[in-house]
């Protein structure tokens, strides 16, 4: 069974770009969220994603977008970079119903300089 | 709107002791409770999880949580640490209704665990 994948591992763009990190479900899910972690914090939930449309927003701006797939891999979009958007990206995958348990990638780590 | 406490950003043991780390939440409604390990530079793992039943938990590691209702508590501990629990440990609530709040995890803001040798 693979696990939740992310790409790439670490990025380094510079204020006023845009990035897309990307993340692969687990086998069997079809719910992804997206946290943002910044150093030395918990994860602040972003958004989340079932059947190709967002469920469920945390208090983020809206250059921060995503989407989801057929295959329910997903894609997270972040435009007009701020030097705060610097932090520890986590996908987090779930199969529907259940007790929400979520299982998480390695992360993509962004610096924005 | 839930939320997560963390008693202690840093905690340190030696080899060998009881580990005692602290979460308290606040929910409007009855929640799910999880607690999540990090190790550097990597994502996060589930330890465990309650979700009914049962309020003493047993998860991963030889990890176990109770789940006080009437003190809103969801303590993690460990009867005897081991070098390899140095970590970031993370306390996570959801709520119960996912069909329309989906099903973010609200966290604390973590309790780092050093153990001595």
């Known amino acids: 069974e693979t696990g939740v994948t992310q790409s790439p591992t670490h990025l380094i763009k510079t204020r006023g770009q845009q990035v897309t990190l990307r993340c692969s479900s687990q086998s069997g899910h079809n719910t992804v969220s997206w946290y943002q972690q910044a150093l030395g914090q918990g994860p602040q939930f972003i958004f989340q994603y079932y059947r190709e449309e967002e469920n469920g927003r945390g208090n983020f701006p809206p250059r921060f977008s995503g ?3 057929p295959n329910y891999s997903s894609e997270l979009n972040v435009n ?7 932090a520890l990206y986590l996908c987090a995958s779930k199969a529907s119903g259940g007790y929400n348990e979520q299982f998480f990638g390695p992360g993509t780590r962004l610096t924005v300089l | 709107a839930q ?4 008693l202690g950003s840093h905690v340190s043991v030696s080899e060998g002791a009881l580990v005692l780390l602290r979460c308290n939440y606040s929910s409007s409604v009855p929640p799910y409770l999880f607690w999540y390990v990090q190790y550097p530079n990597q994502g ?3 330890l465990l999880k309650y979700t009914t039943g049962a309020t003493l938990v047993k998860g991963i590691n030889g990890f176990e949580a109770e789940f006080k209702k009437s003190e809103t508590s969801f303590h993690l501990t460990k009867p005897s640490a081991h070098m390899s629990d140095a970590a970031e440990y993370f306390c996570a609530v959801s709520d119960r209704a996912q069909e329309t709040s989906g099903s973010r995890l609200t966290f604390g803001e973590g309790t780092q665990l050093t153990v001595n040798p």
Do not use: C, G, R, W
């Open chain 1, 80 to 86: 007009a970079l701020e030097l705060d958007d610097s």
């Open chain 2, 44 to 46: 996060l793992q589930l």
């Open chain 2, 3 to 6: 939320s997560v406490t963390q």
């Open chain 1, 67 to 69: 989407l989801q797939f």
